[in-house]
């Protein structure tokens, strides 16, 4: 006996996601094979939202969803979560990291050298509709450089804390289990650095772009200089239970460090994140940056901007409001009709009230 | 993944002992019964690599480390468990959280005699009037020194085995020592 | 202890999808819950294969809780057969085994969205609310961290403010839902975005309630027979909806939570907003067997 408005519940649901999965068709190795190795930028976006890194995974997750990339990354995060935790690998240093790309603002040159890498910064933006007549768009070759630039660089930071232009941060010594893990305990603040961090390396691209160009734009107290922008893979070292360090090979990072004059010194902003994401890391880093001393519930306050930068969290809340909210709708109503039915007897002013969305 | 997952053991006895703290400490005074004998059981049901437990018996301890959880002294645990409480001074190691975190305030786990000895009433969320239940086995100044070391919502949890009863008191109850 | 006495066999999902850690960190909060009743406990608050905001705190309590044993009843908008609910029983019946029912009477483990059953719930019974947002300061502080510091002092007074507000501007208390509550005489808690109705079916019941918000990461607890009272003036009384008078124009059932259905002439029916009330209602109206339990309001009027 079916009773309430949306009749046959579990029949609908059913029906309407074999809707969705028939508009996908069928998902084949090849579909995945060929998202992993057509769109890597954006299967990165998804590792790194994801705080997974397993680019089969990610183009699997981005087949199934059919490129709904919230759906793509809670669907790998939901994954993620279930896994057990092996080990924990060996910190990994900016020095160590393999650098693709290396840029910075802040001097003409800097030690190591400016490397700029694969990068669209300074092509046209022409969009090559020979393709949609048959032709082949087939790349230019690279021609190598004489001399191949190192494959390690030491950060612009350290010089810069060597000069006494800024104060570097202090190392956490914390290793293995005791690091913080903000997937495995709750977000309280102040932040710990490392969750702060995590919660960054994890938030959604477009989130953080909004609120790191709010700061850039003037509604942050610094203006950010690029010191250092870096695509690189780094290596991760795990611990063999025997004591044996081996590589498990290498996952694919962006990292940025960003200053800005602040009184005698310069103040550091950082994020990282998985994959090669250089929004990301540039608007996360301006947020960090941005973030010591700012005032309560603005947007470059650690805990405005860790909440609502949290992409699984604010596209789930927000598709929410499609839940039918019936009994809370008709508590409001039954309020205000009182409360105006009381206003037609007294002819007082009602200001409208404010509730918090439910 | 079309068959339902079956529990494992592990799983089946420790929803089955959690169940028994739950409603123990939901409804101080009524006495609940955990699968099996001893304090092991709620050790595996709780704790993990994340806690931080004191454990003053050689054959608990081992069962604290085999979940990961760090052996700590007893004013950094989180989690305590004795075979037979020392004194009541040890209670004023325990800590009682604060005002900002009240849930930081830890367990106690201990064995006692019950329903016999000391007649104390119970009253406070979970007790629909006052409930009156016999606890022996504590030392002595124990009730007096909970009583004087509550600072609610600051406080400690008490769970008190018996064999495979066991009797919860959360910080929100008051004991009276008839 | 040898290296196989640390791990466990593989299994393709762990039994209720959660895996034991972040079983054990739910149960290590919701006991610290009981104890603190009222106490928003932080917590991890793991992804679950469903969207944040729809019931992911809620199913995470309720799959630590699970066993084969366990009667199951989900509720949403206090329909069993609304599609969330129904995609949540699904899930649940899936990872764990667990017989379902629609029955209040028979669960064991109730887990609801914004409602709390007609019929009266018992000692046994668990109650799972889904909960938006935990936190009742919200409307007068939306900063956590300061929230959670006026918890620490007790410090209700914008909140009592911002209801003698309401009385003035509007004659009576605009809160619709989420009626903001004192527990045990100590912290003012959201009882989740359950109508006024259902409130004082709170205080003092028989049931143990667990109200977790698994988007914001923080769970909280009613124990059994522990008072929650609405925080209300003494001279204005609380007031549920006005409700006690509407009939439920399928099931003829009076006195309940309704929902209003508009109708095309510009008026509006009633539908008893419990639906498995209303469908018992009318197996009874129809001769069937069905058995009615002791409901919380006799007559629109809480007993």
Redesign the interface.
């Known amino acids: 006996m079916a009773y309430v408005a949306t009749r046959g519940g579990e029949r609908a649901i059913e029906q309407s996601e074999r809707l969705f999965r028939a508009e996908m068709g069928e998902i084949t190795p090849n579909r995945v094979t060929e998202i992993r190795t057509a769109m890597p930028y954006l299967v990165d976006r998804v590792m790194g939202e994801s705080s997974l890194y397993d680019e089969d995974l990610a183009a699997l997750a981005l087949a199934q969803t059919g490129g709904e990339l919230y759906e793509a990354v809670l669907l790998l995060r939901a994954w993620r979560t279930t896994q057990p935790r092996l080990t924990v690998a060996e910190p990994v240093t900016q020095e160590s990291l393999f650098t693709h790309r290396r840029i910075s603002a802040a001097f003409k040159d800097i030690p190591g050298g400016q490397v700029l890498g694969p990068t669209l910064d300074y092509a046209h933006r022409i969009l090559a509709t020979d393709v949609l007549t048959g032709a082949t768009f087939q790349p230019v070759p690279v021609d190598p450089a004489s001399t191949p630039s190192p494959a390690q660089q030491p950060s612009v930071a350290a010089w810069q804390a060597e000069n006494n232009l800024l104060t570097a941060p202090t190392t956490d010594t914390a290793i293995g289990n005791d690091i913080p893990d903000v997937t495995r305990e709750p977000l309280l603040f102040p932040a710990k650095r490392a969750h702060t961090l995590q919660s960054l390396a994890r938030a959604e691209t477009g989130g953080v772009l909004a609120l790191g160009y709010a700061a850039q734009r003037g509604y942050g107290q610094a203006h950010p200089t690029v010191n250092e922008l870096r695509l690189a893979e780094a290596d991760i070292r795990v611990r063999h239970p025997c004591g044996t360090v081996f590589s498990a090979g290498r996952v694919k990072v962006s990292q940025a460090e960003v200053v800005s004059k602040k009184d005698t010194e310069l103040g550091l902003g950082f994020a990282a994140t998985l994959g090669w994401n250089e929004v990301k890391v540039i608007a996360a880093a301006t947020l960090d940056l941005n973030a010591h001393g700012a005032p309560k519930g603005s947007p470059t306050e650690e805990e405005f901007f860790l909440y609502h930068t949290e992409g699984v969290e604010s596209s789930g809340f927000c598709i929410h409001f499609k839940l039918p909210h019936y009994v809370t709708f008709q508590s409001s109503l039954d309020a205000m009709r009182d409360a105006k039915a009381k206003r037609a007897v007294s002819k007082t002013d009602v200001k409208p009230q404010m509730e918090p969305a439910e | 993944m079309t068959t339902h997952p079956v529990p494992s053991d592990f799983e089946t006895r420790t929803n089955a002992t959690y169940d028994a703290l739950m409603w123990a400490l939901s409804r101080p005074g009524l006495i609940r019964h955990m699968p099996e004998t001893g304090q092991a059981g709620v050790i595996e049901a709780l704790l993990d690599r994340e806690c931080k437990a004191h454990c003053a018996d050689p054959a608990l301890a081992s069962s604290v480390a085999r979940t990961g959880a760090a052996l700590v002294a007893s004013d950094h645990a989180d989690h305590l468990f004795f075979d037979s409480l020392p004194d009541a001074d040890t209670l004023e190691q325990i800590n009682l959280g604060s005002d900002l975190y009240p849930e930081i305030g830890a367990t106690l786990v201990c064995n006692a005699v019950l329903g016999q000895g000391v007649h104390l009433r119970l009253s406070g969320p979970g007790c629909n009037g006052p409930v009156d239940v016999q606890v022996a086995g504590l030392p002595d100044g124990f009730w007096q020194n909970r009583a004087r070391l509550m600072r609610y919502p600051m406080g400690f949890e008490v769970f008190l085995i018996d064999g495979a009863q066991v009797l919860g008191l959360p910080r929100s109850c008051h004991v009276e020592v008839l | 202890?040898s290296?196989k006495?640390?791990t466990?066999?593989w299994?393709?999902?762990?039994?209720?999808?959660l895996?034991?850690?972040?079983?054990?960190?739910i149960?290590?909060?919701?006991?610290?819950?009981?104890?603190?009743?009222g106490?928003q406990?932080?917590?991890?608050?793991?992804?679950?294969?469903m969207?944040?905001?729809?019931g992911?705190g809620g199913l995470q309590v309720s799959c630590?809780?699970i066993?084969?044993g366990m009667q199951v009843k989900v509720i949403?908008?206090?329909?069993d057969?609304?599609?969330?609910?129904?995609?949540i029983r699904?899930f649940l019946?899936?990872?764990?085994?667990a017989p379902t029912t629609m029955n209040t009477l028979e669960a064991d483990l109730i887990q609801s969205?914004?409602?709390i059953p007609e019929e009266k719930l018992r000692?046994d019974q668990i109650l799972v609310l889904q909960v938006?947002?935990p936190e009742p300061l919200?409307?007068v502080q939306?900063?956590?961290?300061?929230a959670?510091?006026m918890h620490?002092?007790a410090d209700y007074g914008r909140m009592w403010l911002q209801l003698y507000e309401?009385i003035v501007?509007?004659?009576?208390?605009?809160?619709?839902?989420?009626y903001p509550s004192l527990v045990?005489g100590?912290?003012v808690m959201t009882p989740s975005?359950?109508?006024?109705?259902d409130v004082p079916k709170m205080d003092?019941a028989?049931h143990?309630t667990i109200l977790s918000a698994g988007?914001e990461?923080?769970l909280h607890a009613v124990?059994?027979?522990?008072?929650v009272e609405p925080l209300v003036f003494d001279d204005v009384p609380y007031?549920v909806?006005?409700?006690a008078a509407l009939t439920c124009s399928?099931s003829g059932a009076r006195g309940f939570?309704?929902?209003?259905i508009p109708q095309g002439d510009g008026t509006s029916t009633y539908?008893v907003?419990d639906?498995e009330l209303?469908?018992k209602t009318?197996r009874c109206r129809d001769g069937e067997a069905a058995q009615v339990g002791e409901t919380w309001y006799k007559s629109g009027e809480m007993v």
């Not at chain 3, 149960?27 to 009743?37: S, T």
């Not at chain 3, 406990?41 to 294969?49: F, G, L, N, Q, T």
């Open positions: 202890m290296l006495s640390l466990k066999t299994e393709p999902m762990s039994y209720g999808f895996d034991a850690s972040a079983k054990r960190e149960r290590r909060k919701m006991l610290k819950a009981i104890a603190v009743p106490c406990i932080p917590y991890a608050s793991r992804e679950v294969p969207a944040r905001g729809w992911t630590t809780l066993n084969p949403d908008q206090g329909a057969d609304s599609v969330n609910a129904a995609s699904k019946a899936r990872v764990s085994g969205r914004h409602r000692e938006p947002n919200r409307p939306p900063n956590m961290s300061i959670r510091q620490a002092d309401q501007r509007s004659g009576r208390v605009m809160q619709g839902a989420s045990n100590r912290f975005p359950i109508p006024r109705w003092m028989a143990l988007r990461k923080r124990p059994p027979y522990t008072r007031r909806e006005e409700h399928r939570f309704m929902n209003e539908e907003s639906s209303g469908v009318i």
